[in-house]
Structure formats: structure tokens, C-alpha cells
């Protein structure tokens, strides 16, 4: 039987550690990664049994990680945030999988259910939503940008995919209502690390990957009008992440009008004469003319035209 560390990250996050402590019990040691607060995050890890490191409060990033990663001795690491868990029996499941597939592969993508506003997604880019979480200790490196991947430092093909039949699920509770995700949103855009370069800035790069990710989040059929609403608070994630970007640059580069263009299916006229209504409708037909399918492809997918 292969050994195990599971590693937590937990920004005073006191509601959820002893779900996700409590889940990884069957894991060789624990280890709880505490950002100073003044709850009783890490008195309840340590209750059940986990080591706490204490590191000072700050922005998060995945390569706060880094460190602690350093000092697993185990053959296997699995990690969790303090707001996700596993089901009963995981700690079998995970022991078969590295049994199984454990020559074949240094890390293994999870599928991920994500709870939000009530409702658990099962579709819209949130489901299966895998996560390269278990991995061969010393395999992986998690870089400054919040919510990228990870790096497998032996390469993406040794990185296997879990299949939903498998059973084995990272249970996350991500947001209790929409206001909490957009406030995190934000919250996320404005501490995130950007290229300094103002020559690598590219809003339109920006501007594609709105519309892509809405073309991709929006799942009425399966997820209602959730996935509507979702749909459109990360599609606006990339324009505000445009934004927050730019104006971080020395010398500020021009800024593509296109960028100002809502993200919506369709243009409507006003009721009413509106002397911006011309310049948006120009500018929203010059994307649909775009010579870039990746960026008009979604748009005319939605609009029925394709």
C-alpha cells in the first residue's frame, strides 16, 4: 500500500476544515496550511489529529503551496482546500488508483462537483471540472496565478484522467449565493500576478476568452438559469481581468473598442434614440466579422447561426 500525505490549505476557513480534515483521515500524515487568523481553524485540525503550519495572512496564490510540498516525505501527495472534501470509502478508492495506475501515471486529474448558490452544477464548465490534485511527491509545481493548473514536471502525458464512473469526487462548496462569487471575483482579479510587459498586453486575447468562456459556461438545458447567471459573471471575470491588467502597465496601452462591447447574445435597438447605440452596434458587428473564428465561433453557436 502506497503512503500518503494529504496537504490543506485553509484561509480561516472554520466552517468547512473539519469536513475536509475528516475526509482525508485514511491519508499517513495531514498537514494543514493555516493562514493566521483568530478562529478555530487550527485548533480543530489539530483535534483531528493534522499538523498545523501557520504562514501570515496575504493574497492568495497556488505557489503558496510550493513550500509545503517541500517537506512531504511521503510517496503521494493528494490536496485539498479547506472548502472541499471527499466522500466516505475515498481513501480505498485513491489507494486502488495509485495501485492500478500508479506506474503509468505521476498525477491524476479528479473530477470536481461544484456547489454554488445551492444548487451542485452538472454541467456549464463546473462538472466534471477535474483537478490534477494527487500526485507523485516532487512531480508537480504550482505557479503565482491564481486557479491554473499545475505543472507536472514529467510531462502532461503523465498526467491520467479520472473517469466520473470511478466514484472518486472532489466535493466543493464554492459560493453560497452570487454576490459572494462576484465579490471573490473581483477580489481575485485585483490580486492576481500579470505580465509587467505592456508588449504582451493583448485585450483581444482578453476579449476571446469572454466569449469563449461564455459559449462554454452556458448550459441552460442542464443547469437553468444558474448557468446563465454563472455564464456571465466569469465572462465578465475576463473583461474586469483585462482591465485590472491594463491599468497596471507603464506606459497604458491603446484599448481595442471592442473590449467595451456587453457580452450578450444579441444587440437590441433602444426604445428610445441613444447616441451610443450606432458605435456599439458598429463595434459589436465588427466582432462578428472577425477573422478570428475562436472569437466569433461561440457567438454565432448561441445565436443559432451555426
Known amino acids: 500500500m502506497a503512503d500518503f500525505t494529504a496537504l490543506i490549505h485553509s484561509s480561516a476557513s472554520e466552517a468547512t476544515i473539519e469536513a475536509a480534515v475528516s475526509s482525508v483521515l ?175 498586453f493583448d485585450v483581444g486575447a482578453y476579449a476571446q476568452q469572454a466569449y469563449e468562456t461564455l459559449g462554454r459556461r452556458l448550459d441552460v438545458a442542464t443547469d437553468g438559469d444558474l448557468s446563465r447567471a454563472l455564464a456571465t459573471v466569469m465572462a465578465w471575470d475576463c473583461v474586469i481581468r483585462a482591465l485590472v491588467h491594463w491599468d497596471s502597465l507603464d506606459p497604458r496601452p491603446p484599448l481595442d473598442e471592442f473590449l467595451a462591447v456587453p457580452i450578450t447574445t444579441a444587440v437590441a435597438a433602444p426604445a428610445a434614440p441613444h447616441p451610443e447605440y450606432d458605435a456599439l452596434l458598429a463595434a459589436y458587428e465588427k466582432v462578428l466579422r472577425s477573422k478570428s473564428w475562436r472569437l466569433t465561433a461561440p457567438l454565432r453557436r448561441l445565436r443559432g447561426n451555426d
Not at 501557520?54 to 482546500?81: C, K, S
Not at 469526487?169 to 452570487?178: F, G, K, R
Open 26 to 200: 485514511w491519508a499517513d500524515r495531514i498537514v494543514v496550511i493555516n493562514m493566521a487568523g483568530f478562529d478555530q481553524t487550527a485548533s480543530i485540525a489539530e483535534s483531528l489529529g493534522a499538523e498545523v503550519i501557520t504562514i501570515p495572512q496575504q493574497p492568495w496564490n497556488d505557489a503558496l503551496r510550493n513550500a509545503q510540498l517541500g517537506t512531504v516525505e511521503t510517496e503521494w501527495t493528494f490536496v485539498l482546500d479547506s472548502d472541499e472534501s471527499l466522500a466516505g470509502g475515498s481513501g480505498e478508492l485513491i489507494d486502488a488508483l495509485v495501485s492500478q495506475r500508479g506506474g503509468d501515471y505521476d498525477a491524476f486529474a479528479i473530477p470536481r462537483a461544484n456547489q454554488i448558490a445551492g444548487q451542485v452544477m452538472q454541467s456549464s464548465g463546473w462538472w466534471p471540472d477535474r483537478q490534477v490534485r494527487l500526485f507523485r511527491t516532487g512531480t508537480v509545481r504550482y505557479s503565482e496565478r491564481l486557479h491554473t493548473a499545475p505543472e507536472v514536471l514529467t510531462g502532461a502525458e503523465r498526467i491520467g484522467s479520472v473517469e466520473e464512473a470511478f466514484g472518486l469526487v472532489i466535493e466543493h462548496q464554492n459560493y453560497p449565493d452570487l454576490s459572494s462569487m462576484i465579490e471573490r471575483q473581483v477580489r481575485y482579479a485585483v490580486t492576481d500576478h500579470y505580465d509587467s510587459d505592456p508588449e504582451s
